[in-house]
């Protein structure tokens, strides 16, 4: 009697199963057959998977009460035998994911073989039947294993795959792979850039928006150079060293900004990109779902927006914010480098080194990051709370359209601690609160807002500013009606 084996649902459902379904079928006939997937698959008494020979044509073998494990090997035997004597299927040049890989080729400068590992591995990574067979092949490959699984699946050269997957070729110094150094299945030596399979299957305008969970353009910047008059000198000198980096392409140029939270970092980096009139992106910090992307995934994010962007024609500059939770060594469980802080301080400093866009890097703290890696930046600025002045024309630029009086914008200016993440954050609560409540009160409604962030943050609250604005009022009146 045959073991009984379930078989899996829905998994014809995925367009790859109908648009990869020559090569997807040859591959797993090279798979089965002379590589020996099948002597995992096809056991004694039944089939590990039946989906694989039902997709392979070989339902009768499968449909018979008594399951013979010769007769099943033969007819997969003979099927191989058959289509070895046709011309090898090629892989799809006009699907959405062939289109897009093609694309990421042209933008990378990805060479053929490049491109062919790269389509195999996305597909096996969809394919559930191709995906079995692969992982039939047991989990004891190593390099040498995988470069010759590799060129037979795709029909290249030994040597061409195994410079492909060299640690300085693009598929890896970009970092859309990365190889296990650990003896492993093929789909779990060679790992894909999280979240890149998905995207490779979708179709975009903003050829850009393929890597959304890995780097996205900025919005445009609320602010100007005049808004930051305590560090004119800054500017100037940024500008023009930015400038003159950019026309010469000039490598390892990076800019450090430190300051307490919601100081306006991002803002001014996004100001001076405008200034110089480039274009600038963000390493994203979390994923679609919403959940924080690994120190080692924000890195490679950052090495893939640097191949990418760098073939842009105009040039742009690179934003990566929450520094201080990647410089940390040793505290990412899932990094295997955090093994080697030595080698991973090596590794960090190197991609400081080599960079080809500007880039800034922003933090909240400096006290996690080693004063080694500090010493690699070409400018360091400090940007705390901004001079009232600018904290004025913050009020003016988020509470435009909010009904506050002068009076109440000047007494807040005052207030040292004020910063543009919390102005924004607390107008854009009275925005939304108005619609349902128009006659409520929006000076009293920011001062129990903006004081509640502020203490939450351990800073002064708004109301010892108020009373000492209004006791200083209630002087100037005694002074000036004094008989």
Not at 18 to 24: K, L, M, N, W
Not at 308 to 313: D, E, G
Request: hydrophobic share 35%; proline share 5%.
């Amino acid at each position: 009697m045959r073991k009984f084996t379930l078989k899996r649902k829905g998994s014809s459902i995925h367009p790859i199963y109908s648009e990869y379904r020559d090569i997807a079928q040859y591959w797993m006939l090279q798979l089965l057959v002379p590589l020996g997937a099948h002597k995992e698959l096809i056991q004694d008494n039944h089939c590990r998977d039946d989906e694989v020979l039902h997709e392979l044509g070989l339902s009768r073998v499968i449909d018979t009460v008594h399951f013979s494990k010769s007769d099943a090997r033969q007819e997969l035997f003979d099927l191989h035998k058959a289509a070895s004597e046709k011309p090898s299927p090629k892989i799809p040049d006009n699907t959405k994911l062939a289109k897009n890989i093609r694309w990421l080729g042209e933008a990378m400068e990805l060479n053929s073989t490049e491109q062919a590992i790269l389509h195999f591995r996305v597909v096996a990574s969809r394919h559930l039947s191709l995906r079995v067979c692969v992982e039939n092949l047991g989990k004891g490959l190593d390099q040498l294993s995988i470069i010759n699984l590799l060129s037979k699946l795709i029909g290249d050269t030994e040597s061409n795959v195994e410079q492909a997957l060299q640690p300085s070729g693009k598929l890896l110094r970009t970092g859309l792979i990365t190889i296990s150094p650990k003896l492993n299945s093929l789909t779990d030596k060679i790992g894909l850039l999280q979240g890149l399979a998905d995207n490779l299957f979708g179709k975009y305008h903003d050829p850009y928006a393929l890597f959304h969970n890995n780097f996205t353009q900025a919005g445009p910047s609320k602010l100007t150079k005049e808004d930051y008059p305590h560090l004119k000198e800054d500017i100037s000198l940024l500008d023009n060293y930015l400038t003159e980096a950019l026309e010469n392409k000039q490598p390892g140029v990076n800019v450090l900004i430190y300051g307490t939270p919601g100081s306006g970092k991002t803002e001014f980096v996004k100001m001076l990109a405008h200034e110089i009139g480039r274009p600038l992106f963000e390493v994203a910090t979390e994923n679609s779902a919403g959940d924080p992307i690994r120190r080692s995934d924000r890195f490679r994010s950052f090495r893939l927006s640097q191949h990418i962007l760098s073939t842009s024609k105009t040039i742009p500059i690179i934003l990566f914010d929450e520094v201080e939770d990647v410089f940390r060594m040793g505290e990412d469980e899932d990094d295997k480098k955090a093994e080697n802080p030595s080698g991973m301080k090596g590794w960090i400093n190197k991609l400081l080194e080599e960079n080809q866009i500007p880039s800034f890097w922003l933090s909240n703290n400096l006290r996690y990051m080693d004063k080694a890696f500090v010493r690699r930046f070409d400018y360091v600025i400090e940007l705390n709370a901004p001079p009232r002045s600018v904290r004025s024309k913050i009020l003016d630029q988020y509470l435009d359209g909010i009904e506050v009086s002068p009076t109440w914008k000047a007494t807040m200016a005052e207030h040292e601690h004020l910063n543009p993440a919390v102005v924004e954050r607390a107008a854009k609560v009275i925005e939304i609160a108005k619609q349902r409540q128009p006659e409520l009160s929006a000076e009293k409604a920011l001062d129990r807002i903006l004081g509640n962030t502020l203490e939450a943050l351990g800073l002064p609250s708004m109301w010892p500013m108020r009373l000492r604005n209004i006791a200083m009022s209630c002087l100037l009146v005694l002074k000036h009606h004094r008989p």
